[in-house]
């Protein structure tokens, strides 16, 4: 050819720009779009793993605590039952402790019902004892309900275990529309991340044509397209799983930030149950880790069918 | 290189918009594809590319009967054929450079084994001074020589033109024309569709006449249709 007469001196080239341009209006929208839905989607991650494990946290409390009642009988020393009652307890296996609540902790317990300031020594109150249970080891009730009956006048052991039964039901409950929620809200991210890569990628489609009218073949295209929407979804999923991390990170911190306020006890009583642990983490990072495989998803299949639509 | 026997082409269930259509391009042949708006040139460019399939006959180029290609197979014959659009078809965050470039890119060619012939291309199409310049700065033969440079740097064996001196100028047209025929002299088969009969009377080339779906030839020193 005529074209080699000639030959020009080297220029120096920039750097390859990306065959998919980065920073467009489309790639911005899209990676504000996948970083609202993970944060919202890891917010409702980090709080059913919250609530799951507070309520099973509440049933393992209600499972390891006993409480034995004696009441006042005429003519029995109370204070020498309520020793026998603790002696009894101690003796059997899995107790890890018995303790008898005083006069003024038992005169608390009823103040809700009967009001303060009233003198509880001239009621005839029975006294309360909180057997503490130890988590590995099981208890024989059976036999230490006997015991006591035997040993112990006017004792009797309640296991709580109707309370328990019913708060298992509410718990399983509460839990059940957690993932239920969990399951509503990972179906909206994945939905509207999808939509949204198939509109970016649509934006993009005279790229995949001259791609395909230059040669390449379909499935470098659809690799290239994919490189780049999993890189945006990565980012996306990452500065939204990193902000609701960070929530709870706070969260967890807030008891020790409010310790020395006025009031803050009050207050870390209820923000301490924001202190997320390890699973749930995890889980925000499995969902950052879905959001960034959909949006690859979406844009190959995206550019397969626009392929297809040009041939 | 390429042979058509009794191809017709109709999209989806309308009318046949090419009828019985038999031609053949040698190598290193040339060609005008003429004929009036909405006679069937772009789709017969289509067929050539690949980018359609005949609704009946047969369409073989390069030695294989196209109908029975899988699409990888289609993308490596594909690179044996340049095209150039009307409307350019850059992609206007790339360089002149990069857009030219392209081809061999898709190809995984690294970039230092190509560069300079890229540039040896770009200076040949005069647009040595433009190499790093995006597309949206270009005027109109510009654009137009980056993607006839584009079209040429993976060597093709055939060379499709789609209407390329559409949108520029008619000096430009000329200068375009004249580039058409030096690669044509060079080896490359050239395919050039237009509508421009004051253009094609530059160049005592074969012209491939549609109307109304069917192809008549006009050999080159033949008389002349306006």
Redesign the interface.
Known sequence: ????K???E??V??P??P?V?RDTVTSRALLTVIAIMTFVAALIVGAVSLVRDNVISWRNDMARELTIQVRPIDGRDLAGEIGKAIDVARRTVGVIDARAMTRDETGQLLEPWLGAGLDFSVLPLPRLIAVRLSATAEPDLTALRQALSEQVAGASLDDHRTWSARLAAVSDVIVFAGFALLGLVITATVLSVSFATRGAVSANR??V???H????????IASTFQRHFFAVGVQGGLVGGAAAALLFVLGALLPSLLAGIPGGGQAALLTGQFALDREGYVGIAGIVALVALVTAVASRLTVRRT?RE?? | MVRFENVGLRYGMGPEVLKDVSFDIKPNSFQFLTGPSGAGKTSLLRLL?L??RPTRGLVNLFGYDVSGLR??EV??L??R?G?VFQDF???D???T??NV???L???GRP?PTY??HV???L??VGL?DR??VLPPVLSGGEKQRTAIA?ALI?RPELLLADEPTGNVDPPLARRLLRLFV?LHK?GTSVVLATHDAGLMDQYDGRRLILADGRLHEQRPGGPKRN
């Open positions: 050819m005529a074209r080699n000639n030959k020009p080297l220029a080239v920039r390859a720009a065959i341009p005279s790229i044509e001259v791609l009218l230059v040669g390449a073949r379909d499935d470098l392929l040009i041939d | 590319f980018s359609l699409s990888d993308a490596v594909r690179r054929i095209l078809r850059l992609l965050h790339l360089t450079y990069e470039s392209l081809p890119r898709v190809q970039e560069r300079s540039i040896e291309l200076h040949w040595g190499i790093h584009r993976a030096e060079s």
